[in-house]
């Protein structure tokens, strides 16, 4: 199986900051790279598939890159609603993965 | 609107098997594959597998092959997922997850997750 592998596993930014999330893959897995926001007790919420395609609805401060076997998630001016956990998931092979998660504290 | 719907909380014994459904509305049920992923407390998301409407087609990561069985329900436009033998490590929230056809994949729409607690 693929391994996904996160970095870091949590953070502390302020609201204003920018935050950058960084996921690694075992093999290349081209773009086949979604990011989800996660809240707790909720369900995720897809933000970014195909490494840097924005889902409809989510805003224009959340952007996505890489390609290969590293990716990045950016945040622009952290929002209060923005305090979450990250998880990136590859969709490469048939077997899909999961990134361990980062949490984004205040 | 898209919604899944999921069946409630449970709670198991050891060994027992658990069955739970996602009732789905407001898209055609066959255009998307339906995925089923755990989440144990505090712990991260792990995909479990995927069922096809369409065909009743499963792929099963090996971590559940043998205890885990995804099944649809096209006059119901449901999708069910039951864990067999069950262990303490199963407890977890269970969700379900749609992920259209023909597209880069992607879980776009979500249930509200179920807890199952496993436990004597």
């Known amino acids: 199986d693929i391994q996904m592998t996160q970095s870091p596993s949590s953070l502390s930014a302020s609201v204003g900051d920018r935050v950058t999330i960084t996921c690694r893959s075992s093999?290349?897995?081209?773009?086949?790279l979604n990011w989800y926001q996660q809240k707790p007790g909720k369900a995720p919420k897809l933000l970014i598939y195909?490494?840097?395609s924005l889902q409809s609805g989510v805003p224009s401060r959340f952007s996505g890159s890489g390609s290969g076997k590293e990716f990045t998630l950016t945040i622009s001016n952290l929002q209060p609603e923005d305090f979450a956990t990250y998880h990136c998931?590859?969709?490469?092979?048939?077997?899909?993965?999961f990134g361990g998660g980062t949490k984004v504290e205040i | 609107e898209v919604q899944l719907v999921q069946s409630g909380a449970e709670v198991k014994k050891p060994g027992a098997t658990v069955k739970m459904s996602c009732k789905v509305s407001?898209?055609?049920?066959?255009?998307?594959?339906l995925q089923w992923v755990q989440q144990a407390p505090g712990k991260g998301l792990e995909w479990m597998g995927l069922?096809?409407?369409?065909?009743?087609?499963?792929v099963y990561a090996e971590k559940f092959q043998g205890r885990v069985s995804m099944t649809a329900d096209k006059s119901t436009d449901t999708a069910y997922m039951e864990l067999s033998s069950l262990r303490s490590e199963d407890t977890a929230v269970y969700f379900c997850?749609?992920?259209?056809?023909?597209?880069?994949?992607?879980?776009?729409?979500w249930g509200q997750g179920a807890l199952v607690t496993v436990s004597s």
């Open positions: 997850a749609t992920d259209l056809k023909g597209v880069t994949p992607r879980f776009d729409y």
């Open positions: 407001g898209y055609t049920f066959t255009d998307y594959y």
């Open positions: 069922v096809d409407p369409e065909n009743g087609e499963t």
């Open positions: 093999q290349s897995i081209s773009n086949y």
């Open positions: 195909g490494a840097s």
């Open positions: 998931q590859q969709t490469y092979s048939t077997v899909l993965t």
